[in-house]
């Protein structure tokens, strides 16, 4: 059998043409470059025109999330750094508590045996 692709073309076959571009029109990017796109309303079917965002507008959408992301993640710290001391009083009372009511049943005993 031969090397032959599936179609029974020789192996150095060029599947597609090379794109030539020009000088000058390599990799950069219409500044004035638009999305069209058909918007559908009560008056009809018009086209409509969108500018890609660019890199500045990225950065403060961004920088506008990682704010408020913040925002959210310091009052829920807050609520928790507000909480712990609250914990640890009611933890204290309770020990306390237990501690008075030993010593209050040890008095009661001691009061018993006079």
Do not use: C, K
Request: charged share 15%; glycine share 8%.
């Amino acid at each position: 059998m031969t090397s032959n692709d599936h179609r029974g073309r020789p192996p150095d076959y060029v599947h597609a043409e090379p794109e030539i571009i020009p000088p000058g029109r390599g990799e950069r990017r219409n500044p004035t470059s638009q999305v069209w796109v058909w918007v559908a309303d009560r008056d009809g079917t018009h086209r409509a025109a969108i500018t890609p965002p660019g890199p500045l507008t990225i950065f403060l959408i961004l920088a506008l999330f990682a704010l408020i992301v913040a925002l959210i993640l310091a009052v829920f710290l807050g609520a928790v750094l507000f909480w712990i001391p609250v914990l640890v009083v009611l933890l204290g009372a309770g020990l306390l508590a237990a501690a008075v009511r030993q010593r209050w049943r040890q008095f009661q005993h001691w009061l018993s045996r006079r």
